[in-house]
């Protein structure tokens, strides 16, 4: 059974500390994908990697970073955390275009609430 | 990146056929056409994907007219656990990526 796992479902941090989001997928997909979700505002893409060590920019990366040292692994970093960054943070991996299935598969989420 | 736009919400009745249409005229030859399923508090779940004329699987039927410029999800006999968001997404590879990009998507209500 495939499966993206997300470290945390819920989650209370501070303002300005540094926050660790993480996911692993045991798929072997190139592609893992951060998003947030906020009510009346569906998902939004925060960053994406197709490869280790590589990463693009979503539409709302800003306040984000996010680290691929390995193709099991991609992580989302809250440099410094704030209000406003409190939100359901969803993590996903897929296999590339042009492969057989470009489905793609989502953990649970992290509610993050930042005070 | 093409553009989609759906319907806000919209409500059924249990065993009716439920018919969700998607624009996105601006779709581009190497564009796919995908449809994801949300329920509360889970993340999005992947129900179809086609390109052209019509796709059916166990679970929903999904028609692209040949221009492309629209597609419809058709849900046979919804139930009450069929209440979901409905997300229609149009992605094409770019370099050597490519970003699965959701608009706000369409909740559906049904109702017993």
């Known amino acids: 059974d495939v499966k993206v796992t997300q470290s945390s479902r819920y989650l209370v941090k501070r303002t300005g500390e540094k926050v660790f989001l993480e996911c692993v997928q045991d798929?072997?997909?190139?592609?893992m994908f951060w998003y947030r979700q906020d009510p009346g505002l569906g998902l939004r893409l925060i960053y994406f990697s197709y490869d280790v060590k590589m990463k693009e920019k979503g539409d709302i990366p800003e306040g984000y970073s996010v680290s691929r040292e390995k193709k099991e692994r991609f992580s989302l970093i809250l440099e410094s955390a704030s209000t406003n960054q409190t939100s359901m943070y969803l993590c996903a991996s897929s296999l590339p275009l042009g492969t057989a299935n470009t489905e793609a598969f989502f953990g649970q989420g992290t509610r993050l609430t930042v005070v | 990146l093409a553009k989609t736009t759906q319907p806000i919400s919209m409500d059924s009745y249990e065993g009716q056929e439920v018919n969700i249409t998607c624009s996105h005229n601006n779709i581009a030859t190497n564009d796919y056409i995908t449809w994801y399923q949300q329920f509360p508090s889970q993340g999005p779940r992947f129900i179809i994907q086609?390109?052209?004329t019509k796709v059916t699987n166990e679970v929903a039927s999904l028609f692209i007219p040949a221009d492309r410029k629209s597609s419809t999800l058709s849900l046979p006999r919804v139930s009450l656990s069929d209440t979901a968001v409905y997300y229609c997404?149009?992605?094409?590879?770019?370099?050597?990526?490519?970003?699965?990009?959701f608009g706000s998507g369409t909740r559906l209500l049904v109702r017993p």
């Open positions: 798929m072997d997909h190139e592609n």
């Open positions: 086609g390109y052209k």
């Open positions: 997404l149009a992605f094409s590879e770019e370099d050597s990526s490519y970003k699965l990009i």
